[in-house]
């Protein structure tokens, strides 16, 4: 198709394997193509590009309130995006860690406020049981993909929703607190089941240091495990894993449960780091599970670079507030950042696997 539409100037060259440089310098043109596009609606509404991006700068970065909002915002992309760069390298679509999110959110408030468990276990009981909820949620579609065929994008998606219902159902109902007044939340997280913060700031440290060492040790095991190298099999050519004796269910399964279950831990550092409660789902995750989804893009599929992608965005959504606020512009044109940083990086993908020169007469 390639060779049809090329003019005749043109030269196609596919790469064997595009490297390192090829591949960094191609995000970075991807990303700069989307804030220049991004600039223009900016300026339709009457602000400078340049103020609003300086606005952004410095309300994320310019001091530690930025600071410790960016970083906020990073842990839980940072978690649902390692846990997305493990599905993708597997060719599993897992556009559900929202929903494996809230799920873990709900594991860790169960924990938190029915478990009776002594303080000194409460949190690693939280954070175990969010894992778990989390990788339960994720191996759902992945048994229904391979059984049944079901398409995988849908059925991580559709859950999302059930998730999202099944948090309101428990706010607005059975563990509605008697404390809140009639509020749909549930009674505020015993000191215990509170993940420590740093000062006054939101940010759950240890969620953040816990996210960091996963994507060193999920690194490692994709690119130095057996297990890891059956994901890649399994994701860059599915017959010949089947050729050679892999398990598409089992290796799926595993792929999924570590998905998932990053997700809920991510989950559990919003109510248990953040709130210190379980409440409405648009609060406990403002769309943290789909931002993710172009954390591991830009990632290229790589544990490692989601700690630097996951800070940008984390920067971004900090950002928004403060373009809210000092510009009065809507905070939905982060949206419009993070659709169109998608929109190039897809596009890329032709430059990064094929190169471009023009023909010498």
Not at 15 to 44: D, K, M, N, Y
Not at 123 to 129: G, K, N, R, S
Request: proline residues 5%; contains cysteine; charged residues 10%.
């Amino acid at each position: 198709m390639l060779k049809v539409l090329t003019p005749k100037w043109l030269k196609i060259e596919r790469r064997p394997v595009p490297s390192g440089g090829v591949i960094f310098l191609v995000s970075i043109i991807a990303i700069v193509a989307a804030l220049l596009v991004a600039a223009i609606f900016f300026a339709a509404y009457g602000v400078s590009p340049i103020s609003a991006y300086r606005s952004i700068i410095g309300g994320a970065l310019g001091n530690w309130s930025g600071i410790s909002e960016t970083l906020r915002r990073m842990i839980p992309l940072l978690l649902c995006g390692i846990g997305l760069t493990i599905a993708f390298r597997a060719l599993f679509w897992n556009i559900g860690a929202d929903g494996q999110l809230l799920l873990g959110a709900v594991a860790a408030t169960g924990v938190a406020l029915f478990s009776g468990l002594p303080g000194p276990l409460l949190l690693p009981a939280m954070f175990f049981a969010g894992f778990s909820a989390g990788a339960l949620w994720g191996v759902i579609p992945a048994v229904l993909k391979v059984k049944l065929g079901i398409n995988d994008v849908i059925t991580t998606l559709m859950m999302n929703y059930i998730a999202l219902y099944v948090v309101l159902w428990l706010i607005h109902g059975p563990w509605r607190g008697p404390s809140m007044r009639g509020y749909a939340y549930t009674d505020m997280f015993p000191p215990a089941a509170r993940i420590p913060v740093i000062g006054q700031s939101h940010v759950h440290w240890p969620t953040l240091v816990l996210g960091i060492v996963l994507a060193v040790i999920m690194y490692i095991f994709l690119n130095r495990t057996r297990g890891g190298f059956e994901i890649r099999v399994v994701g860059e050519n599915p017959h010949a894993a089947r050729f050679s004796g892999i398990s598409e269910l089992k290796t799926i399964a595993i792929v999924m449960v570590l998905s998932g279950g990053l997700a809920g831990l991510a989950g559990v550092g919003e109510v248990a780091g953040v709130h210190y409660q379980l409440l409405d789902p648009t609060q406990i995750s403002m769309g943290y599970g789909y931002t993710a989804i172009i954390v591991a893009w830009l990632a290229r599929k790589n544990p490692l670079a989601v700690i630097i992608t996951s800070f940008f965005f984390g920067v971004l959504m900090a950002g928004g507030d403060v373009i809210k606020v000092n510009l009065g512009l809507p905070f939905q044109l982060i949206h419009v950042f993070n659709g169109l940083i998608m929109f190039f990086l897809i596009g890329s993908e032709l430059f990064m696997n094929y190169k471009i020169s023009i023909r010498r007469q």
